[in-house]
């Protein structure tokens, strides 16, 4: 059984550690199935409910003590479906981008920020092409996304600018597919 020791930016990445989080009561909502997932490297990526704080759902993208590749998920029934799936996809593309077996940027960097914003833009397209999601779905995500930064301390302006990145995406022509190959060659893998 794995803990989550740190919650992501947004409390959706555990890349990043948030700060003290105020206890809130919760609605509690359906955890949803979890989308398909397979690494840069064509490794199947594995989803797995692990305790975490109460009341803020996160994921976390990484390797096990096995070297598998997983997906942890913690609070989830905390959050809207919708948020849900958006952590789903968005913890999948740092395995989809090769960002999992890299070394770990310097917190808040550019390199990391960037990281984390290419995760944003995978994770709404694929809602968008696979799930079918429209402007209504993209607002359910996006204000659940600003409830859990602004719970967390993030200043307004990280919060505003993380959102004009997902809208911007979502009015992308582009899919998924293409920005990961992008990133990937960027990267030479
Ligand atoms: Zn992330």
Redesign the pocket.
Known sequence: MHRLTAV??AA??A?MTGGGFPAAAQDTFAVVDPPACTSNTGEPVAFEAVEGRSGLAAGMARRDGEGRRVVLRSGFSAAPPAFQQFIDR??CA?HQTGDVDMPHPPRNGPEHLM??AV?DCIAILRLRDEEGYDEARLKEVTAALAADMARIGFPEISVSSRIRNIEGCFAKTGDAAQLIAARLQERGL
Do not use: F, R, Y
Request: net charge negative.
């Open positions: 992501s930016l959706v990445c890349w968005h913890e740092h990281n984390e995760a």
